[in-house]
């Protein structure tokens, strides 16, 4: 309501007075002198002085010497070094990372069909080819799985539904059920060939859905620790 108002805002100086003593002194640093003195007689004096304290001899002294002889600061300039600090120092803070805005297309992006993917990938790639290879490591499907060391196949398909992971092969190639059926136990093994043999024909997109919900269990293994999918993809996997 202040800056409704038009008046001092409150609220923003007590979450300035909030921050770490050192972010502050590394703002200030590189600010006017006066701007020194607006936000130190702004917050905490105990805060201001912490802060000052970690600021250069020369700039201490010459904001010392400013906050002695200058007259008051009006509302229209207060507010307008109010609005730099809101950009400053929390615009950037709560805008969402670039691993983070990368981590969320490519959530967005694992969830379509491959064709899909590949074609946004060569999309990107003709203008962005360095974002395209960042995209194109944080992509999984189900088919990736051939690509996966024995061990961490294993640790996937030891959290997999046995319904769900016969839905899923019934969709794949060969080499895919090569290369999951070995890391399956003996008995598992034995019901999925059974029912792989059987002539059950059900429709693509619980298939495709079936698929999906692996690749996803992969990611969050991945993003757990579990598995390495940076050094598997690289080969560098125990």
């Known amino acids: 309501m202040s800056e409704l108002r038009g008046r001092s ?101 694992n969830q379509l069909e491959r064709e899909h993917i590949v074609e946004i990938i060569e999309g990107i ?24 060391s024995e061990r961490a196949r294993m640790i996937i398909f030891d959290q997999v539904q046995i319904d769900r992971l016969i839905l899923a092969l019934r969709g794949s190639d060969a080499s895919v059920r090569e290369a999951v059926l070995p890391c399956l136990s003996a008995r598992t093994r034995r019901m999925v060939e059974s029912e792989l043999a059987s002539a059950a024909d059900p429709p693509k997109k619980e298939v495709v859905t079936a698929q999906r919900e692996i690749a996803n269990l992969t990611l969050r293994l991945s993003s757990q620790g579990l598995i390495d999918l940076v050094a598997e993809r690289r080969g560098e996997a125990a």
Request: proline share 5%.
């Open 9 to 109: 805002n409150k609220f923003l100086w007590r979450r300035v007075g909030g921050l770490s003593d050192q972010v502050l002194a590394n703002y200030l640093g590189a600010e006017h002198p006066q701007t020194v003195v607006i936000l130190l007689s702004r917050v905490d004096p105990a805060v201001a002085a912490r802060v000052l304290a970690l600021l250069p001899g020369a700039l201490r002294a010459e904001a010392m010497r400013r906050m002695l002889v200058s007259k008051p600061v009006s509302e229209h300039v207060l507010h307008i070094v109010e609005e730099a600090l809101q950009e400053d120092l929390f615009a950037a803070a709560s805008a969402p990372s670039t691993n983070e805005v990368s981590a969320r297309v490519a959530g967005i992006v």
């Open 125 to 148: 790639a003709r203008s962005e080819p360095v974002l395209a290879e960042q995209l194109k490591s944080m992509i999984f499907s189900f088919e990736d799985i051939v690509g996966l």
